[in-house]
């Protein structure tokens, strides 16, 4: 029987050291870019991914305040109105890095999923957390002070609604989503 493991003579140094000279293929080759390659599906799916991207600094909603009789109007992004879609960032540029250097996934020493499951997975996971943040608006407030400074009362109400930025997003990232889903369904189909 033998061992699965080489004999103790053949095992090679992992890191070379000032002594040993450098191997012209010891150290991992640059990946080239892959955006030439890419198929139709990804170049759609990339688009989507930049939309979304985009859109999380875009006003997400418009605020109307109103104080002591005087309208004042405003603006919030994704981003400042939900810390979470820091996150959706990190997952698209996960998104665009899968796509853009595919052959990075494959030489990473450590097993990650497959591309087209990171993909699936970043896109998912983004679309979800823009749903929440598109649910998850802000509510109007109205304040009252009681009679104050020579009887007066001064009242503060601020309404929210949606702006283009949320939709943009919303649409963005389910476009990603059907897009890398539709990709794989056509990649597990066998051939006719």
Same mark, same amino acid.
């Given at each position: 029987?033998?061992?699965?493991?080489?004999?103790?003579?053949?095992?090679?140094?992992?890191?070379?050291?000032?002594?040993?000279?450098?191997?012209?293929?010891?150290?991992?080759?640059?990946?080239?870019?892959?955006?030439?390659?890419?198929?139709?599906?990804?170049?759609?799916?990339?688009?989507?991914?930049?939309?979304?991207?985009?859109?999380?600094?875009?006003?997400?909603?418009?605020?109307?305040?109103?104080?002591?009789?005087?309208?004042?109007?405003?603006?919030?992004?994704?981003?400042?109105?939900? @810390?979470?879609?820091? +996150?959706? %960032?990190? &997952? #698209? !540029?996960?998104?665009? /890095?899968?796509?853009?250097?595919?052959?990075? $996934?494959?030489?990473?020493?450590?097993?990650?999923?497959?591309?087209?499951?990171?993909?699936? @997975?970043?896109?998912? +996971?983004? %679309?979800? &957390? #823009? !749903?929440?943040?598109? /649910?998850?608006?802000?509510?109007?407030?109205? $304040?009252?002070?009681?009679?104050?400074?020579?009887?007066?009362?001064?009242?503060?109400?601020?309404?929210?609604?949606?702006?283009?930025?949320?939709?943009?997003?919303?649409?963005?990232?389910?476009?990603?989503?059907?897009?890398?889903?539709?990709?794989?369904?056509?990649?597990?189909?066998?051939?006719?």
């Amino acid at each position: 029987m033998t061992s699965p493991f080489p004999p103790a003579d053949d095992i090679q140094p992992e890191r070379p050291t000032l002594q040993t000279p450098l191997a012209a293929n010891s150290w991992p080759q640059a990946t080239a870019p892959a955006v030439g390659r890419w198929t139709p599906s990804e170049v759609f799916i990339g688009f989507t991914a930049v939309a979304t991207l985009i859109s999380l600094f875009l006003p997400w909603f418009s605020v109307t305040a109103t104080v002591g009789g005087k309208k004042f109007t405003g603006s919030v992004s994704g981003t400042a109105a939900h @810390g979470y879609l820091w +996150l959706v %960032f990190a &997952l #698209v !540029l996960v998104v665009l /890095l899968v796509l853009v250097m595919p052959d990075l $996934v494959e030489r990473t020493p450590a097993r990650l999923p497959s591309q087209q499951q990171l993909v699936i @997975g970043a896109t998912g +996971l983004s %679309f979800l &957390l #823009v !749903l929440l943040a598109f /649910l998850a608006k802000p509510s109007a407030t109205t $304040v009252s002070s009681p009679a104050g400074f020579a009887g007066l009362q001064l009242q503060i109400g601020a309404s929210f609604g949606w702006s283009y930025g949320a939709y943009i997003a919303l649409a963005a990232a389910a476009l990603a989503l059907l897009a890398t889903l539709r990709a794989s369904r056509a990649l597990a189909a066998p051939p006719c």
